[in-house]
């Protein structure tokens, strides 16, 4: 039986993956699975039970004994560890912080990776992460790697925080965008890197609307020829 395309989006901090993410899922009816919050989630069980972030292992068990869910509800999306909402605990400065160690951590890279795998073998997925295309799947039918300049990615960036009333500093938060990217991008495993067949898209002076429009016109021709005859919202007939 035919099943319906894996598509991954891959690519740095603040390029626009998670709102592409979601809105291409819901163009295509597929289900969104946001990797990052996978990783956010481990790091966030490891602050509770005070696990010894330098002891792999105990690390790797964490992350193979808890249950990590996506459900809609309403209009958004959560995320469930272990049957609780922590959507929202999961983006605190600090476990963002906590998820760039515990991410680079080999046995929770293959704990996730054999989850997202599970999660996504039956197709009808978008994921969006770093590895998706080189590592989860390398087969994936439609690869994108989403960049912007650090520049850009910097400013809008800046523009969340400020909304959110913070006090910033433009130059800091640009910089802080670069110090990201060297890490994600030098890290022993799974390191940032492009996959050569990704499509890469440059958003730096792309509105949110033209790479959706390009997106879902990638993905509508793959499934043409895939011969997944059924259309998709937003698809010209
Ligand atoms: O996309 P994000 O900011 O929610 O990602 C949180 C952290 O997890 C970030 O440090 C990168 C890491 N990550 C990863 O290593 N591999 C993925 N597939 C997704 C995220």
Do not use: W
């Amino acid at each position: 039986m035919k099943r319906e395309l894996i598509v991954a989006i891959d690519g740095p901090s603040g390029a626009g993956k998670s709102t592409l993410s979601k809105l291409l899922s819901r163009t295509l009816g597929y289900v969104n699975i946001d990797t990052g919050a996978m990783y956010r989630s481990v790091a966030l069980a490891s602050q509770r039970c005070g696990v010894d972030l330098n002891d792999e292992a105990a690390l790797g068990q964490l992350a193979r004994s808890v249950d990590i869910e996506f459900v809609r509800q309403d209009a958004s999306e959560k995320v469930l560890l272990n049957g609780e909402d922590v959507s929202e605990a999961i983006r605190t400065p600090d476990v963002s912080l906590l998820t760039s160690r515990v991410s680079a951590c080999r046995e929770v890279r293959q704990a996730m990776v054999d989850l997202q795998r599970s999660m996504g073998e039956r197709g009808g997925v978008v994921l969006e992460g770093r590895d998706i295309g080189t590592v989860v799947f390398p087969a994936a039918e439609v690869k994108f790697f989403l960049g912007a300049s650090a520049s850009e990615r910097g400013r809008r960036r800046y523009e969340e925080l400020k909304v959110k009333g913070l006090e910033v500093d433009l130059e800091q938060t640009i910089a802080e965008v670069e110090a990201r990217d060297a890490a994600d991008t030098a890290r022993e495993h799974a390191p940032l890197v492009q996959a050569s067949d990704a499509l890469v898209i440059d958003s730096t002076s792309m509105s949110i609307e033209d790479v959706l429009q390009l997106m879902v016109e990638t993905a509508s021709e793959r499934r043409r020829e895939a011969g997944l005859t059924v259309g998709v919202a937003g698809e010209a007939p």
